[in-house]
């Protein structure tokens, strides 16, 4: 019996330590938990989408041929460039749209995907090299094509067509669409019965616009055409490459080396998520300053039109000086604005704005004669009063001969970059009204005080004051 009892109790001491002597279970952590659930789905996508051996292995040769830098590859550069460069500076949506169709840099890009996926480092550098190589050619024709196009008289405008300033302004928008098309781009490429939806991948994600726009501003020397559309191509690029990797992913592509781990997720995915994630930083900013600027362009409009009545707004440009909105607005108006009505303006679009601005009005005077209604000619001859006879006179002094007065000369207000200038009472005077750049005036007098030649001149308005010679250009 004590036999037995002292058994008993040496089997519950063993239990007890066992029981000490268990490890602890340890809860898993929120952020462990997250991350085994989307390997899992992970996991789960890409054994629904996988496609064969033999699939896959034709899919690499064709992308590895495509991708290969060569004469058609650089044909189909300049071709596409010269094309989107015509379009750009014509301003013509269609030829643009051409071009896309043509550009050959998709499948580099795709190839770029497909090598950072499955560690093909051949495949690697023939992408890379084909779309740095074919990028910079396309600026460089873009540039020279541009530089020559507008010293031809071909009807060039003179300022830049809409479909440049597109161009230069990317949103987060940009980089959704450029997700969308690069994931149809890759998911067609892996399936030959999907080819004919191609053409639209490549419109709808544009690649040799953006680069033909960076030509351009580098032809006219304009930092923030440059800036815009470097920006918009970075995003299509990144967007593009991150979107072929994930698809190529999801259709079961890896490295030898990694394909029985098929429940991790691929290193170079999380590179170029990060990758996009940078792109939409910059992305964000220049669209939410973008959007203030057409907010505040909106207010003025709104101001305007309330408190000049029958104005017609011709342009609105807003420039940041020293904490200041700079706001100088173009109308059109049958009369003319005084100093008054002007600050008054100011004064109220401060007040909606919550903002300092500085307004500056450009005024074009507007006639209008409608014919249908036409001047009502005078029925009734006038009557001629009877002559009186004149009662004698005075035989008068003999008096001088008057001059003749000078014709009134046009010209030219020219006020260079200040575009503006100050008309005075007399030379060297004090100021009486503003005249902007380029109004028409009439020369009336010229004189020269203090070896300095004085104008007077008289404006659109009838107003007559004096200014400097050298803001002047005459005929």
């Keep these: 019996m004590l036999s037995i009892l002292s058994s008993t109790i040496n089997s519950k001491k063993v239990k007890k330590e066992c029981m000490d002597n268990k490890p ?14 989307l390997t899992l789905l992970w996991h789960n996508i890409t054994l629904k989408q996988g496609l064969s051996e033999t699939r896959k292995a034709i899919v690499i040769n064709d992308m590895a041929e495509s991708s290969t830098p060569g004469f058609d590859f650089y044909l189909m550069i300049v071709l596409s460039c010269t094309i989107a460069s015509l379009g750009l500076v014509t301003n013509s949506s269609a030829v643009i749209i051409g071009a896309m169709l043509i550009a050959p840099l998709m499948s580099p890009i795709l190839g770029l995907s497909m090598s ?27 540039a020279l094509l541009t ?25 987060p928008l940009d980089l959704v669409i450029a997700l969308a098309g690069g994931t149809a781009a890759a998911y ?19 690649l040799m616009p953006p680069l033909c726009t ?21 995003t299509n690029l990144s967007a593009i490459s991150f979107a072929g990797i994930i698809t190529f992913a999801m259709l079961g592509f890896r490295p030898k ?20 994630i940078l792109i939409t930083i910059p992305l964000v900013i220049l669209s939410w300053n973008t959007i203030s600027s057409a907010r505040l362009e909106r207010q003025v409009s709104d101001v305007i039109n309330t408190q000049i009545n029958n104005a017609q707004i011709v342009d609105v440009n807003i420039q940041t000086v020293d904490g200041t909105k700079k706001v100088i607005a173009t109308i059109r108006s049958r009369r003319s604005l005084s100093y008054a009505e ?18 500056e009005m450009v005024v074009i005077p507007v006639s ?5 209604y036409p001047p009502t000619p005078t029925v009734f001859m006038p009557t001629v009063p009877p002559t009186m006879t004149p009662p004698p006179t005075l035989t008068p002094q003999p008096t001088l001969t008057p001059q003749p007065t000078a014709t009134p000369i046009p010209a030219f207000i020219n006020a260079g970059r200040a575009g503006s200038l100050y008309l005075v009472n007399e030379p060297g005077g004090t100021q009486l009204f503003e005249i902007p750049h380029n109004s028409p005036v009439w020369v009336l007098e010229e004189v020269v005080v203090d070896d300095t030649e004085w104008m007077k001149v008289r404006d659109v308005f009838n107003r007559e004051g004096w200014v400097l010679k050298e803001g002047l250009t005459l005929p």
């Design 257 to 276: 080396r990694v394909e029985q781990q098929t429940k991790k997720i691929p290193q170079s995915i999380l590179l170029s998520a990060l990758f996009v």
């Design 342 to 359: 002007v600050a008054s303006i100011q004064s109220l679009l401060a007040a909606v704005t919550q903002k300092p601005i500085a307004l």
């Design 188 to 206: 067609a490429l892996a399936h030959p019965r999907l080819s004919a939806t191609l053409p639209g991948v490549a419109i709808s994600t544009a």
């Design 147 to 171: 530089f020559f196009l507008y010293r031809l008289p071909y009807g060039i405008p003179e300022s830049l067509p809409s479909e440049i300033l597109a161009r230069t302004r990317p949103s």
């Design 24 to 37: 602890e279970h340890k809860e898993p952590s929120a952020t462990g938990g997250i991350w085994k659930d």
């Design 116 to 142: 950072s996926l499955t560690g093909r480092q051949v495949l690697f550098r023939r992408s890379l090299i084909a779309i740095l190589t074919g990028s910079l050619l396309a600026i460089l024709l873009s």
């Design 214 to 234: 960076i030509g351009i501003g580098l032809a006219f020397s304009i930092q923030n055409i440059v800036l815009g559309a470097s920006l918009l191509f970075l």
């Design 368 to 372: 209008s004669l409608d014919t249908l």
